[in-house]
Nanobody, 122 residues
């Protein structure tokens, strides 16, 4: 499974960005796509995840109500819409995938895309 993330950039606080992740994996099974982020000097952390077939989602408390994860079956792509961005959202964002249940833990994701930088200025 190959994942290609894109859409990062520089935005002012309060602004929005949409990240995209194109997958080569089979999504007609128990496919889960997750987004994680890693800020400088910090460990990588869970942001959001989506169970592709049923659409169930999960979010970190820090992004609930601001970020929305979604997918487009026709495009075989997942998205992370990020609104009301804060400087503390600055990080490299990674999309990842697994086959199985929807879990917020990094160690269970086998497939990873390259990161995309998101920088939020104050």
């Amino acid at each position: 499974v190959q994942l290609q993330a894109s859409g990062g950039g520089l935005v002012q606080a309060g602004g929005s960005l949409r990240l995209s992740c194109t997958t080569s994996g089979r999504t007609d099974t128990n496919y889960v796509m997750g987004w994680f982020r890693q800020a400088p000097g910090k460990e990588r952390e869970f942001v959001a995840a989506l169970a592709w077939r049923g659409g169930t989602t999960s979010y970190a408390d820090s992004v609930k109500g601001r970020f929305t994860i979604s997918r487009d079956n026709a495009e075989n792509s997942g998205y992370l819409q990020m609104n009301s961005l804060k400087p503390e959202d600055t990080a490299v964002y990674y999309c990842a995938a697994r086959y199985g249940s929807l879990l917020p833990y990094i160690k269970y994701y086998r497939y990873w895309g390259q990161g995309t930088q998101v920088t939020v200025s104050s």
